[in-house]
């Protein structure tokens, strides 16, 4: 069974970079097939693809975030990571990593549990 | 991309069977058997109960269907129980290689 765990400051200041990790047990990031991905839920509102990456180091990203967004494998420690840039207060929001065990883009069937960053000064 | 339009919110009394819908494009739903469906309590993490239009992951209630038609996918509850209660949310691959959500639905079971 797959564990999922976001880790990273929740507070960022206006204009710097947001960086999360999500710590993953019970599986490898490199299992054939696995996309893992990160989505985001501002304060009363609903989920957002922030994107994907797939086992093979493959991204794809969020047309809205694509210039400010990285993701990336670390095969060494079993993470993969969110970077987000020159943040503002709309990036406010509970972050979520999840994956895909069923080979499907869209299929996200293991979550972590979220973890609220706030952008303010 | 736009979000998938969602109803913001639906009903229904214990027993019944009730319908979420998901509208989208040729470019998303339509396009592709590639919809998802999750269920979220607050505080919790969402949870996939149909994904690729039809399919139920394993340990998913069959109460749980999911169906689609051109650029609308549907999800259906029958059976209602108190436990359904949840925001729930479609998604869709799109045709630029990107993940779409719909705007959550509201479910009450009155």
């Known amino acids: 069974q797959l564990h999922l765990q976001e880790s990273g400051p929740g507070l960022v200041k206006p204009s710097e970079t947001l960086s999360l990790t999500c710590s993953v047990s019970?599986?490898?990031?490199?299992?054939?097939?696995?996309?893992w991905g990160w989505i985001r839920q501002p304060p009363g509102k609903g989920l957002a693809w922030i994107g994907t990456?797939?086992?093979?180091?493959?991204?794809y990203y969020s047309p809205s975030l694509k210039s400010r967004v990285s993701i990336s494998l670390d095969t060494s420690k079993n993470q993969f990571s969110l970077k987000l840039t020159s943040v503002t207060a709309a990036d406010t929001a509970l972050y979520y990593c999840?994956?895909?065990?069923?080979?499907?883009?869209?299929?996200?069937?293991?979550w972590g549990q979220g973890t609220m960053v706030t952008v303010s000064s | 991309q736009s979000a998938l339009t969602q109803p913001a919110s639906v009903s229904g009394s214990p027993g019944q069977s009730i319908t979420i819908s998901c509208t989208g494009s040729?470019?998303?739903?339509?396009?592709?058997?590639?919809v998802s469906w999750y269920q979220h309590l607050p505080g919790k993490a969402p949870k996939l109960i149909i994904y690729?239009?039809?399919n139920r992951p394993a340990g998913v209630s069959n109460r749980f269907s999911g169906s689609k038609s051109g650029n609308t996918a549907s999800l259906t509850i029958s059976g209602l129980q108190a436990e359904d209660e949840a925001d729930f949310y479609c998604?869709?691959?799109?045709?630029?290689?990107?993940?779409?959500f719909g705007g959550g639905t509201k479910l009450t079971v009155l």
């Open positions: 990456i797939y086992y093979s180091g493959s991204t």
């Open positions: 998604s869709s691959y799109t045709d630029s290689i990107t993940l779409v």
């Open positions: 690729d239009v039809y």
């Open positions: 040729t470019s998303d739903v339509g396009g592709y058997n590639y």
């Open positions: 019970g599986g490898s990031i490199t299992s054939r097939g696995y996309y």
């Open positions: 999840a994956t895909s065990t069923l080979g499907n883009f869209e299929a996200f069937d293991f």
